[in-house]
C-alpha cells in the first residue's frame, strides 16, 4: 500500500485556485521531493495530507486511509511552531502527550537533530536553525514510517544544511518513507529518489531526477566543428544542433548516438567525444515552471 | 482525551501569563473585597458603599464577599485567560503542530476545556483562601466573630464560583476559536465584559422594558443574579438580584454549554491556516 496517494486533489479559496486537479503518489521507503516555487501550492497540499485543511474535491489517502489517523506519520509544515515559553525539551514533553509516546524518546530525537545542549532553553530564546531543528525532532517523535517535511533546511547554516540532508538520507536508507518539499533543487537533487514538480497549484512532472535531466540530446566535440554543425544540420534539421562553448549541442534521442558518430565519420569528420547531454535540474525546473518565482 | 489533557496543563502550569492573572486576581480580589471596604469602616467614610461596614469583610460573610467579583473584574481576568489559552495557538501557529502529532481537534480542545476548568476551580478555590485570611485577620483585629458558614453554603459558594468562572474562561476560549487569536478576541471580550454588559444593565434596562426581560437571559446578569442570590453584597458591579439563584445558575450552565459546544463546532469544521 502506497504511503500516500493524492486524486485529483484540489483547493480552492473563492475564486482562487491553489492546488488543482493533483495526482501525486510517494511509495514506499522512497525519499521524495516536492519541488516548486513559493506559492505554487506545496505547504497547501501537504495541509491537505494531514488533514488540517479540507480538499474542495479530490482524494487524500495515507497508507491507504483518509487522513485523520496519523500514527505512524511525522510532519513539519511550514516552518517550526512551538510554545516560547517553554524550553525545547518542554515542547517535545507537550507534544509527547499529544502523540502518546514516551518521554525516553525525547532524548533520542533532540540526540538526532543535535540539539540536546540546548533543551533546556526556552524555545523563544532559540536562532531560526535550531527552532527548525526542533521542528523536525517534533517530527521524529513518532519515530514515523512517513515523515513529511516542509522546507526542512529553512533557516539553517551550510553545515545545518549538510546535517539535515544527511539525516533525511539516514532516515530513507533505514526505511521510512520520506516526503519533502523544497524551492532547493540542489537538496532535491542530493537526497531525493523520486521528484515531483508543481507549479501553479498542478502537478507538471513526476519522475527519477536522473529521468528528468536526461532526454535532452548529445554533446559532440567534432572536427572541423563547422563541418559537423552543417552536416548535422541537413540530417536533423537546422533547429536541433547548436554550437555551444565549443561543441555540439544536439536535440535528439540519445539512442542515435553511434547511427550520427557514424555518419559524422563518414562525411569526413572526426569525432572526438560524444555522449548523452544531461540537462540540470534548475533547466527542467524552469523549463517546467515557466521560470515563475512567485506563482500566486 | 487524557494525554490532551496532560499536555494543555503542563502548558498552563508552566506558562507565566498564568500565574500573573491569578496574582492579580487575589491582589485585586483582597483590595476591594476586604481592604478598601475594611478602611472605609474603621476611617468612618460615608460613601455610597459605606453601609457594607465591616460586617461584610468578616468570616460568616465570606462567601459572598469573595463572589462579588465573578460578574466583572474577576470574570474578565477569567475571560483573558481562556483567550489566552486558546487563541495562543492560533498566535504562535501551534495548532499545526499539536494536530500533526495525531489527536483529532475534538481531543485537544477536549484537554484544553478540561485544563480551563480546573483552572477555573483554582482561581476560585485561591480567592476563597485569601477571602478566609483577609476575613480572619480582620476579625482578629476588630475583635469580632469567627464564626464561618455553614459547610454546605461554603460548598455551594465555591461550586456557584467555579461555575461563572468556567463559563468565562469558555467565553474567552471560544472568543479565541472565532476570532483566530488573541488580540481582538481579549479586546473585544474585555468590551463586553467591562462596557456592554454596564451599558446594558444601567442605560438601557431601565430605558426599554424589553431589555429588562432580555437581560436576564444574558451571561452576566446570570452570574450577577447568582451571586447576590448566595450573599454578594448588591452596588458590586454587576451583582443585581434579578432573578433566584437556581434560574441564574441555569443560565450560566446554559451558556457554559453553548460556549463549549460553539468552540468545538467551529474548531472542527474549519481549516487550520
Known sequence: MEPVVCEKLTKRYGEVVAVQDLDLTVRAGEVYGFLGPNGAGKTTTLRMLLGLIRPTSGRVLLHGQPPGDLSGVGAMIEGPAFYPYLSGRDNLRVLARYAAVDDRRIDVVLDLVDLSGRAKHKFGTYSLGMKQRLGVAAALLKDPQLLILDEPTNGLDPAGMADMRALIRRLGAAGSTVLISSHLLTEVEQICDRVGIIARGALVAENTVAELRSGAGLRIQAAPLDNAAAWLRLVLGAAAVAIVDGALDVTVEPARAAELNESLVKAGISVSELRTRERDLEQVFLELTGGESNGR | ?273
Do not use: C, H
Open chain 2, 1 to 273: 482525551m487524557v494525554g490532551s489533557f496532560r499536555a494543555e496543563l503542563i502548558k498552563l502550569n508552566k506558562r507565566p501569563a498564568t500565574w500573573l492573572l491569578l496574582g492579580i486576581a487575589l491582589v485585586l480580589g483582597a483590595l476591594f473585597a476586604y481592604v478598601i471596604p475594611y478602611l472605609g469602616a474603621t476611617t468612618g467614610t460615608t460613601g455610597a458603599t459605606a453601609d457594607r461596614g465591616i460586617a461584610a469583610t468578616l468570616p460568616a460573610n465570606i462567601v459572598g464577599n469573595t463572589l462579588g467579583g465573578y460578574p466583572v473584574f474577576l470574570g474578565a481576568l477569567l475571560v483573558v485567560l481562556g483567550v489566552l489559552f486558546v487563541g495562543g495557538e492560533y498566535g504562535w501557529g501551534s495548532w499545526k503542530t499539536v494536530l500533526t502529532q495525531g489527536p483529532s481537534r475534538s481531543s485537544v480542545l477536549a484537554g484544553k476545556f478540561g485544563v480551563l476548568a480546573v483552572a477555573a476551580l483554582a482561581f476560585v478555590l485561591a480567592i476563597f483562601l485569601m477571602g478566609t485570611v483577609a476575613s480572619v485577620l480582620i476579625a482578629a483585629a476588630e475583635n469580632e466573630s469567627m464564626a464561618f458558614p455553614s459547610a454546605f453554603d461554603i460548598l455551594r459558594g465555591i461550586g456557584a464560583g467555579w461555575l461563572i468562572a468556567t463559563m468565562w474562561t469558555m467565553f474567552g476560549a471560544v472568543l479565541g476559536i472565532l476570532l483566530r487569536g488573541v488580540a481582538l478576541a481579549v479586546g473585544l471580550g474585555l468590551v463586553w465584559m467591562l462596557a456592554v454588559q454596564n451599558l446594558i444593565s444601567q442605560l438601557a434596562a431601565p430605558l426599554l422594558p424589553w431589555v429588562d426581560s432580555a437581560q436576564r437571559g444574558l451571561p452576566g446578569p446570570g452570574a450577577g443574579a447568582l451571586v447576590a442570590a448566595l450573599g454578594a453584597p448588591t452596588g458590586t458591579p454587576g451583582v443585581d438580584s434579578l432573578m433566584g439563584g437556581g434560574p441564574a445558575a441555569l443560565v450560566v450552565a446554559a451558556y457554559l454549554v453553548a460556549f463549549v459546544a460553539l468552540g468545538t463546532v467551529v474548531l472542527r469544521r474549519r481549516d487550520i491556516l
